[in-house]
């Protein structure tokens, strides 16, 4: 019997189309988080509608330009127009939180030389932003009873978010955070999450050795795994490869991509 052919006890994440629409906003509150982050609230009219399913959505975010004009594109029937050709710098992000009106909560790791943690540094109230999508959205179901969940600083918004959605089903579950972020920093950001088994690691080969350590139960596990891209894919291939984990139950993303040295 083929991988394919095999009878599923759990539901496999499901990719759903939403809506695309570009939306301009205005930062409203900015509070520092952890040391190490800026939680930014904004505000706008235009937010009315936005949506966000899944706990790892990622929102385009444009940026101004150096004048601080911000450029927002339209849609057309041909698809995407930029005014005069000029497309702003653009980075994805977590929606870390959406009231259903007007308020949408995004954080933002800070770092050296970032396009975005630069402008969050320099934010102030009635600055404008404007965010596009989710495009689409891929649904994580939550019933899996073994799941694993990879990550650095980029990744801790989106992981935050799932840890809510998983609190009232812990008695249930069996939850490990693999997280190569420094303890101090992850713990206060995350803040107290009883009932679920962390590690921090401080390497790349420390959080590799950690997810193979693990002992898996024949079924119902599911892998989530984020960070710098090269080494997502690599960790992912590792299971496939090594621990013949069917990649139906693998969601690898990647956050951020190392640039390659001159």
Not at 95 to 120: N, R, Y
Not at 121 to 147: E, H, M
Not at 213 to 239: M, N, R, V
Request: glycine share 8%; net charge negative; hydrophobic share 40%.
């Amino acid at each position: 019997m083929s991988i394919e052919s095999t009878p599923l006890h759990y539901a496999v994440p499901q990719r759903v189309k939403n809506e695309l629409v570009f939306r301009q906003m205005t930062v409203q509150q900015k509070t520092r988080v952890a040391d190490a982050f800026y939680r930014i609230v904004f505000h706008g009219e235009q937010l009315k509608g936005f949506h966000s399913p899944s706990f790892d959505d990622h929102s385009k975010l444009f940026f101004p330009d150096a004048n601080g004009v911000l450029h927002l594109p339209t849609l057309t029937d041909e698809g995407i127009s930029w005014p005069q050709g000029v497309r702003p710098a653009a980075r994805d992000y977590t929606p870390l939180a959406f009231d259903g009106e007007g308020s949408l909560t995004i954080d933002f790791f800070l770092h050296d030389g970032g396009v975005a943690s630069e402008w969050a540094k320099r934010a102030q109230p009635g600055d404008a932003l404007a965010v596009g999508g989710p495009r689409g959205s891929t649904i994580i179901p939550t019933d899996y009873p073994f799941q694993v969940y990879s990550a650095d600083e980029t990744g801790l918004p989106a992981l935050k978010r799932r840890l809510a959605e998983l609190r009232p089903l812990l008695a249930e579950k069996e939850i490990h955070v693999l997280a190569q972020v420094n303890e101090a920093v992850g713990r206060a950001y995350l803040g107290e999450q009883p009932g679920i088994h962390f590690q921090w690691l401080d390497s790349a080969e420390a959080l590799t050795a950690a997810l193979h350590a693990l002992t898996l139960p024949g079924e119902g596990y599911f892998f989530w795994l984020t960070g710098e891209g090269a080494q997502t894919k690599a960790l992912a291939d590792s299971l496939v490869q090594q621990r013949q984990i069917d990649d139906r139950w693998i969601r690898a993303v990647a956050y951020w991509h190392q640039k390659a040295e001159a």
